[in-house]
């Protein structure tokens, strides 16, 4: 497993508590899992996606992560509707490991913009992480 | 290297029963046919099933050479916690194989085996003053049916009162079975977070327990390994709000005659004989998760029931409520009968010196790993302990390194990132049947594992390396299985 300065954190995007991260791309967000999450979970080997059109509330669990350890599920880090799947994770779920944040799990169009100002930043992230 | 028990033997090879055998070959005499040969019917007829034809001894040196490649209790130590591996007595199988026993038929009339029916009824009777509750079903297979049918029966309860609940608590140190068997029933699961020292506090519980819940599904001592101290606050907030309180007894082997779950406020909770009373467990199966009950919940369970007629014994199909069969007949009668000749071979105080050992052997392990592997709560815990690789990360030796390590030496691993509130957690669990100086070799030889991380962490990568196959690639199996022989 990784030390905690061996993880890649980019800067440029914002994070949560349970280990997701979130993109704001104009009107949209992609949603995925930071290096840190892929790191502890080891490797996956199942991803479960929500269905388009799904509406998920802040903080609910829009699907599940398998790997060879456990099975953790991935919350909504915004409230919103999902428009689009990574439908390639259900044929390649090791994308998540090779490159999790070119890998993104899903694709939301947020409902309330304010919500961004509520995740971590990078900084605060690996505070956290450090604990 | 330490010496644990495993040493590299001579292994045999042994191909797939399909890939053996000669055209001819057979394992028995067919008698001499008397009748006249008669053409089959059209359309009754079609291809075989390829069998193929295999003598005597083909047949026994295969399946004899296939246990050889196998690992059980009765080959060495088998730590894997929440899993009770412990000894299954010899005296039981001798018991199950009693021919009056073993040859009954289910439907013989009750006046045809009192016997059967009465051993029934007593291991009923055994059941519930070991764990303090009212009523016992012996019908479920196993703990995950035990936990669905009291679910079963909760959602009945809940329906003839007029309620309609449909939540139900669950702490995060569960079985995953928990939430399973109660989304089955209809509730969706919320989960509790465990505190910082490893158990539930009354205030988590009192904070979303509500009139739409309905209850707690709880499991004592915890996965942990460590006695929830606040279970008689936390089923009374559970009661106050008319919600019912389950009891998993997957850790029951901590506390046989210890505890009292009735008193402790327990509704229903399952009993895993596979586990705590010594019936043969995992692949060797099938296993038993009888049902027991408060009184208030006695007219739900599945019928039929042994009970006492008269001066002999007979079967109630009980009432209108109950939530009917979850299993043909008796439930897994044979497992009973093992279940039945460890309590009466065993005996009230011996039982309890069991658990007291159990409690002992996992303490002892604890205490003497505790400045090796990091130890996940400073509790004092039951019968089991739990620790993780957190010390071992600067090595960039994990968890599953260190297990794999351990079939090496000849010992089966612990259970292993489980459960989940554990990163890296190391479940060791050697129950009551270890001696001494058994648990002695098992704590030196994971210290010299523990000691090779630091020296030749590649070793432990590489893990197994003294066994038939070398280490498995899990991810491949799971991302890509191949379920045909």
């Known amino acids: 497993m990784k030390e905690i300065e061996e993880l890649d954190l980019p800067g440029d995007i914002y994070y949560t508590k349970d280990h997701e991260w979130a993109r704001k791309e104009g009107e949209t967000v992609k949603i995925g899992i930071s290096d840190y999450a892929q790191d502890q ?3 996956i080997v199942f991803v479960e996606l929500p269905e388009t059109g799904s509406v998920f509330m802040k903080g609910e669990e829009f699907g599940t992560l398998e790997s060879v350890k456990a099975v953790s599920e991935v919350y909504a880090p915004l409230s919103g509707e999902v428009i689009a799947v990574n439908s390639e994770l259900e044929n390649s779920p090791e994308l998540l490991n090779e490159e999790p944040y070119s890998n993104w799990i899903i694709e939301m169009r947020p409902s309330d913009e304010n919500q961004y100002d509520e995740l971590l930043n990078r900084d605060d992230y690996l505070e956290m992480i450090r604990g | 290297m330490i010496q644990g ?15 053996k055998g000669k055209k001819g070959r057979s394992a028995f005499s ?9 053409e089959l019917a059209a359309g009754l007829a079609g291809g075989a099933p390829f069998f193929p034809d295999l003598g005597e001894l083909d047949v026994v040196r295969h399946y004899t050479r296939l246990s050889q490649w196998n690992f059980g209790i009765d080959s060495g130590l088998y730590p894997l916690g929440s899993c009770t591996m412990k ?7 001798k018991m199950a194989a009693t021919p009056g026993i073993s040859s009954a038929h289910p439907m013989l009339e009750e006046s045809l085996c009192q016997g059967v029916l009465q051993l029934l009824f007593e291991l009923q009777d055994f059941l519930a003053s070991i764990t303090g509750m009212d009523a016992v079903s012996l019908q479920p297979a196993a703990g995950a049916q035990g936990e669905m049918t009291a679910m079963l029966m909760f959602a009945a309860c809940f329906k003839k009162r007029g309620e309609r609940r449909d939540k139900i608590l669950i702490p995060d140190t569960a079985h995953g079975t928990n939430p399973a068997s ?8 919320v989960p509790l977070m465990s505190g910082a020292d490893g158990v539930l506090s009354a205030a988590s519980v009192a904070e979303k327990m509500d009139e739409s819940t309905a209850g707690i599904m709880l499991t004592n001592p915890n996965t942990l390994g460590l006695f929830e ?22 850790n029951m082997n901590a506390v046989m005659g210890m505890v009292d779950f009735k008193r402790c406020g327990v509704d229903a909770m399952h009993l895993n004989l596979h586990k705590t009373f010594s019936t043969p467990h995992g692949g060797g199966g099938p296993g038993a998760g ?6 208030e919940l006695e007219p739900f369970l599945p019928v039929p029931r042994a009970v006492k007629k008269g001066q002999g014994y007979g079967l109630s199909f009980g009432s209108t409520d109950s939530i009917g069969r979850v299993h043909a007949f008796f439930g897994n009668f044979s497992v009973l009968v093992r279940a039945y000749s460890y309590i009466m071979s065993m005996g009230p105080a011996n039982l309890k010196k069991a658990s007291q050992l159990a409690v002992l052997n996992a303490v002892y392990v604890r205490e003497r790993l505790r400045d090796t592997l990091a130890l996940a709560y400073e509790k004092p815990s039951m019968h089991e302990c739990v620790f993780s690789d957190k010390k071992q990360h600067k090595w960039k030796v994990t968890t599953l390194d260190m297990a794999k390590r351990l079939i090496d030496h000849g010992f089966h691993p612990p259970t292993i990132y489980f459960p989940l509130v554990v990163p890296g957690a190391i479940m060791i669990e050697p129950t009551e049947t270890e001696c001494k100086d058994d648990l002695d070799q098992f704590v030196v030889v994971f210290k010299d594992i523990v000691r090779e991380a630091e020296s030749d962490g590649e070793r432990l990568r590489q893990a197994p390396t003294r066994t038939k196959v070398r280490r498995l690639d899990e991810t491949r199996a799971a991302r890509k299985p191949c379920l045909t022989g």
């Open chain 1, 41 to 43: 979970m080891g490797d």
């Open chain 2, 5 to 19: 028990p495993g040493t590299s033997g001579l292994i045999l090879n042994e191909p797939l029963l399909w890939e």
């Open chain 2, 30 to 38: 067919m008698v001499e046919q008397d009748v006249p040969e008669a």
């Open chain 2, 87 to 93: 000894y299954n007595p010899k005296i039981n199988e």
């Open chain 2, 182 to 189: 109660a989304a089955l029933c209809g509730f969706s699961s």
């Open chain 2, 229 to 250: 101290e606040n279970i008689r606050a936390i089923t009374d907030i559970v009661h106050q709000k008319g919600g019912l309180v389950y009891g998993d007894g997957a």
């Open chain 2, 290 to 295: 009888p049902v027991c009950v408060v009184a």
